[in-house]
């Protein structure tokens, strides 16, 4: 009966960390092992606090490292995974980072159960086939308008028919001054492309400065206003949503369980919801939200920024779905990203995306080009080690 024999975390940076809106910077790569595999995922969260959440001394008996409800325990099928991550649920309810320690984790364990059985993850998902989705650059915005025009015409030269311009300097200034961001990008990107708008929930909770962006918006036509808000912002969500017939909103990204994005669906009025397989728990519980949006009619939209095990990961929930088809594609990655995994998830000669159909993520971690990156971590409580970086 295969066990959960290990799980691994490596903590890697790019030599320098700047305050750049870019999650590509550094990464926590989790391995697991168990019966005979090893498995691979990644942690979308602050490696340190992830690693400890994992190894913390227990507080109480809801406040227990994730470990306790991890290692040991049985994995032969989905229903497992499942077990599993219940328990992490209860047992650490009072430690905040479980959710993300626990979705690499999470990965992980489908990686195996998927190497086990010889299938993706898309099918052990219950998915027949793996349907192509239509990726978008994830971008930024540049500092000028100058600079969202450039970016835009080089996302297109790249054969992107869709983009999405994400936060830089739109909501600090004037309305006007973002309204010349949004005409660049459309310019940039042409009449027939896919214009995506990105704020960072730049406007916190302030209806009306978000709406007033709207008129340039929809003159852009832009197809979806993303993260206007705090994730937990969900009256002014919903007071937005009703402000522009035109442009819907997306969110979804903060969510760290399944209430939080059906919340979002249910209250929020949003029109994409965007999950994060690396915050939200992992891949199960995004599938469950992906099941919740097709049945409210909200179009399900991965979230990824990272590396193309993320990508991976974040295609699996909704790789089955044909008509809910935009995902987010790392376009713009910092090198370490891209040195994560030896293969990716490249577009086809229609521009297009799937989740692979290899076993498991069916995607190869490149051990030895990201020693490099490794970031060697120790820690001790009381004069007891906890965690040191073990070999990569």
């Not at 590509?24 to 391995?31: I, Y």
């Not at 649920?89 to 159960?113: C, K, R």
């Not at 192509?132 to 297109?156: C, H, I, M, N, W």
């Not at 006007?176 to 960072?200: K, M, N, P, Y």
Request: aromatic residues 8%; hydrophobic residues 45%.
């Amino acid at each position: 009966m295969p066990r959960i024999e290990a799980v691994d975390f490596f903590y890697l940076a790019m030599p320098v960390v700047t305050d750049e809106a870019d999650g590509s910077q550094d990464a926590l790569l989790v391995r697991v092992a168990a019966g005979g595999h090893v498995g691979w995922g990644e942690c979308e969260a602050a490696p340190l606090p992830s690693i400890a959440a994992f190894i913390c001394p227990m507080s109480h008996g809801v406040c227990r490292p994730v470990a306790d409800s991890v290692l040991g325990q049985t994995l032969e099928g989905p229903e497992d995974i499942a077990r599993i991550a219940a328990a992490v649920a209860y047992n650490s309810m009072d430690l905040l980072q479980a959710p993300h320690t626990f979705s690499g984790v999470e990965m992980a364990l489908w990686d195996i159960l998927g190497k086990m059985r010889s299938e993706p993850v898309w099918r052990l998902l219950g998915y027949a086939k793996s349907h192509p989705k239509t990726p978008y650059a994830s971008v930024l915005f540049g500092d000028t308008a100058q600079e969202t025009l450039e970016r835009a015409r080089d996302a297109r030269k790249r054969s992107f028919r869709a983009a999405k311009f994400g936060w830089g300097p739109i909501g600090r200034g004037s309305v006007e001054a973002d309204a010349e961001h949004f005409v660049a990008a459309r310019e940039g990107l042409g009449q027939d492309g896919i214009l995506l708008v990105d704020t960072g929930q730049i406007f916190i909770e302030d209806v009306e400065r978000a709406a007033a962006r709207l008129p340039a918006m929809e003159k852009a036509n832009v197809l979806w206003f993303e993260e206007p808000f705090h994730a937990s912002a969900l009256e002014a969500y919903g007071a937005l949503a009703k402000r522009s017939p035109k442009v819907r909103l997306a969110g979804g990204e903060g969510a760290h369980n399944e209430s939080m994005a059906r919340q979002l669906i249910d209250y929020g009025g949003i029109g994409y919801v965007q999950i994060d397989c690396g915050r939200i728990g992992g891949i199960g519980p995004s599938k469950a939200v992906a099941d919740y949006a097709v049945a409210k009619g909200v179009t399900f939209v991965n979230h990824t920024f990272t590396s193309h095990l993320a990508l991976s990961a974040s295609l699996q929930p909704y790789a089955g779905l044909a008509a809910h088809e935009i995902c987010e594609y790392p376009a713009m990655p910092k090198p370490l990203a891209t040195t994560i995994s030896a293969n990716h998830v490249e577009r086809d000669a229609n521009g297009q995306v799937s989740a692979p159909d290899a076993p498991g993520l069916g995607i190869e971690v490149a051990t030895t080009a990201l020693r490099s990156y490794l970031q060697e971590v120790e820690i001790s409580v009381g004069g007891k080690r906890l965690y040191s970086t073990p070999s990569l």
